[in-house]
Nanobody, 111 residues
Framework: QVQLVESGGGLVQPGGSLRLSCAASGFMPYLMNWYRQAPGKEREPVANITWAGGNTKYADSVKGRFTISRDSAKRTAYLQMNSLKSEDTAVYYC??????WGQGTQVTVSS
């Protein structure tokens, strides 16, 4: 029974931090991606990580502010978001193994 469950979204002030989680069950991940989609915009890649080596990649817009990581024992990927800006407001989605999608979690950065 394949599941990919996201959590951790919410409302945060500019400059604040938030950590998103993406927990996999029913399969073994080998690649995890974070995407985001703002209203009226295309879904865009944010970061990804390979399970075996922990190799990471980031979009230029989040480089230096966001960190992707994984806990293999928990089959969970994380996205630590620091120094948040209003431009980071979006629904954030995780994807596993190119084919599985999480349900999305809303991140709103506002005063």
């Amino acid at each position: 029974q394949v599941q990919l469950v996201e959590s951790g979204g919410g409302l945060v002030q500019p400059g604040g931090s938030l950590r998103l989680s993406c927990a996999a069950s029913g399969f073994m991940p080998y690649l995890m991606n974070w995407y985001r989609q703002a209203p009226g915009k295309e879904r865009e890649p944010v970061a990804n990580i390979t399970w075996a080596g922990g190799n990471t990649k980031y979009a230029d817009s989040v480089k230096g502010r966001f960190t992707i990581s994984r806990d293999s024992a928990k089959r969970t990927a994380y996205l630590q978001m620091n120094s948040l800006k209003s431009e980071d407001t979006a629904v954030y989605y995780c994807r596993a193994n190119h084919i599985y999608w999480g349900q999305g979690t809303q991140v709103t950065v506002s005063s």
